[in-house]
């Protein structure tokens, strides 16, 4: 559709490669193992939709999480004379997103991503109980070994959707007065999710 994808990680770590002066203030922070401030991914993003391919919108990916994060959006944007124009829910039953996010194996250096069940790669060979052999997940294009994120597990999940239902969706309470908010069924094939995205974005103009 022709609207950057703008994810909170890339852009901080371009930012950092840049040397620019948020990237500067966020490289300090992380050497010094801190977690990077809500003014800090602000001024990255106030910076990055300045460029001109985001003259006509942006999609924001990773930020806000917090409904604080999602006032301090609001208020960057006034002074930009913008505002969100759309907020897209993809709904996932708690149970479903148990089995997606533990079958997950991503390649570190691309960000590819693979999936046991949805998308395993090529090389992967199972155990008797059915289960992936670790060693044998590469990726690919570089045969490079694959890894699980620390936090896609079991016991990780818990704590991550504990934290999307008590910080995150009250961000969805925060925007529908503005009616803004548009619901997806994202518990079904990817044809399905795409065009429920498609007529949520068209739909009253916004």
């Known amino acids: 559709m022709g609207i950057p994808q703008l994810s909170t990680g890339d852009m901080l770590r371009a930012a950092v490669a840049a040397k620019s002066e948020v990237g500067l203030k966020a490289a300090a922070v992380m050497k010094a193992g801190g977690l990077v401030s809500d003014d800090i991914v602000i001024g990255i993003i106030r910076d990055r939709i300045r460029e001109p391919d985001c003259k006509v919108g942006f999609i924001l990916d990773g930020f806000p999480r917090t409904l604080v994060q999602a006032q301090e ?3 960057m944007l006034a002074e930009e004379g913008a505002c969100v124009t759309k907020v897209v829910e993809l709904q996932v039953p708690d149970e479903v997103l148990e089995e997606r996010i533990c079958g997950r194996w991503i390649h570190k ?3 590819r991503s693979y999936h046991v069940k949805y998308a395993p790669p090529k ?11 670790p060693e044998s997940m590469k990726d690919d294009e570089t045969g490079e070994a694959l890894m699980q994120r ?19 969706v009250p961000i969805l309470d925060h925007y ?7 619901e997806v069924n994202a518990n079904q094939g990817m044809d399905g999710v795409w065009s429920e995205v498609l007529v949520s974005l068209k739909r009253g103009g916004k």
């Open 73 to 75: 959006l609001d208020k």
């Open 109 to 111: 250096k691309s960000g």
């Open 123 to 133: 090389s992967m060979k199972k155990d008797g109980s059915g289960n992936p052999i």
């Open 150 to 168: 620390p936090d896609d597990t079991a016991s990780a999940l818990v704590k991550r959707l504990k934290g999307y239902h008590g910080e995150t």
């Open 176 to 182: 529908k007065p503005h009616g803004v908010v548009s």
